[in-house]
């Protein structure tokens, strides 16, 4: 998918909500246990569910790999009735690969051209040649880790260097001439909405993928205030708070209650904003 | 497996190198794909010609994973062959996670004890809450990225705080306090041999996981020479360089001169240490 479509999406849908879909088999509801494959069954009542409040969904690998072989097929089976069912979301594989080049070349077969992922996740870390393999392919996106949401963000994130910028500001900078805004994003935590004005400094026109709002207590408000941008140029995760809204028979009720919330608080900032 | 057995297994063998099996389906020798499962019969041939004279086994996972659902198979396939015929060689999940708490406790599920992995490579991007979860599991190890061997490792991992020092010593200066030497490895480069006089500064007893000789370049005798501790501490991955040592039907016996090749230099170094 390109920009221009994806930004046509969310002005269609008055909606940048992207749908963590990591399916823990310890919350999915009791009575899809007995299916042949509880995770993919949950995983297509969620999407039929809240398709028409996201324009986005993310998969998280960890919770398909964490069930073996078994899983995988799950993670297959969502990725095709993705992109059969509902071409026009944005799929992310977050998968927060990277690798040196060759590796993550493989890596770019699998999931971008494989399974057919609009984008995945990729840590800076191993820097160049662990990212440019997946800018090789037309239409995909890398979405590189700048600033996460968790704790651990703290440890390395925010060294300062003796020029006095921030690893995360370093990251931005410099990953940025590796691509354009039409095939990178970056990952920034809603948790330092505040950080946005400094991150838009250096990426102005990038699109950000934002986790932390919900669960792990960042406001949207906020990060529209400081993030957003002419193209929009956010998308907002939400997982857990979708997800296991209920754990009981009427989960993807209550979860597109959930995201049906999510995109009406953005429709009235996309209002106040004057984007349509 | 814990320290002590590792240790003792590279005594025995006068070996410390690490066979990195990267199957790459258009390197495999054509003999073989034909077979119902190609990458598992090249790892199969691979393994039971080399296992002699090695004490440690990496798969990495990008190369299965290429393959989707048929490389997860083959991968599966791989470990229980490891698991069930060697039990004794230390395996290494090559699969560079790292994610918010939550996730990265998947990962280790799905790496440490579903597949049963002795070790899994992790990038310290995410900090603490992203490396911790796979540490609780007994017997277990983590193995973290600290120096790398590839060209885009100058792009961020030789930035210099304000207090001069390196992210990648940030990394092991932080990261060394999350576990323990008995638990914990970090990935070196050998491109940057001269390093490790530093690292060992840093970290003088952990087991470093060292790619970049061979096929990368880097010297087996300048990486003993300042890496090597009272327990080794060394595990001198060999992918490439064994795996493709010929595209013959001879490719086995070819991997296992390579793979011999290294093991008597090792045995000459350790020799020449006094190390038995």
Chains 1, 2 share one sequence.
């Not at 042949?36 to 995983?43: A, G, Q, S, Y």
């Not at 500001?169 to 950080?195: I, P, R």
């Not at 991150?199 to 792990?216: D, E, S, T, Y």
């Not at 949207?220 to 979708?242: H, M, P, W």
């Amino acid at each position: 998918m390109n920009k221009q479509t994806l930004v046509a999406q969310i002005k269609s849908k008055k909606s940048f909500l992207c749908v963590g879909l990591d399916p823990d088999i310890t919350k999915i509801p009791n009575h899809l246990l007995g299916s042949e494959d509880p995770i993919f069954e949950f995983n297509k009542a969620i999407i039929d569910a809240t398709h028409e409040y996201c324009v986005s969904y993310k998969p998280n690998m960890a919770f398909y790999e964490a069930q073996g072989l078994e899983g995988w097929k799950s993670l297959d089976k969502t990725i095709n009735y993705l992109n059969e069912k509902y071409p026009n979301h944005f799929t992310i594989a977050d998968a927060k690969r990277g690798d040196i080049g060759n590796t993550s070349a493989m890596y770019a077969k699998a999931f971008l051209e494989k399974m057919k992922f609009d984008s995945i996740t990729v840590a800076p870390y191993m820097g160049s040649d662990s990212v440019k393999p997946f800018l090789t392919v037309a239409n995909k996106w890398v979405i590189v880790l700048a600033l996460t949401s968790n704790e651990g963000a703290l440890d390395f994130q925010f060294i300062k260097g003796d020029d006095h910028k921030q690893l995360f500001e370093h990251v931005l900078e410099t990953s940025k001439n590796w691509g354009s805004d039409e095939n990178m994003m970056y990952v920034v935590g809603a948790t330092k909405a505040e950080s946005l004005t400094d991150i838009r400094k250096i990426v102005p026109n990038h699109f950000l993928l934002v986790p932390g709002v919900g669960a792990q207590g960042g406001s949207l408000q906020e990060v529209c205030k400081y993030g957003f941008t002419k193209d929009c140029g956010l998308l907002i995760n939400a997982s857990r708070s979708i997800l296991y809204a209920s754990s009981g028979t009427d989960f993807a009720e209550k979860a597109a209650e959930e995201a049906k919330n999510m995109q009406q608080e953005m429709k009235g900032i996309m209002k106040q904003l004057n984007f349509s």
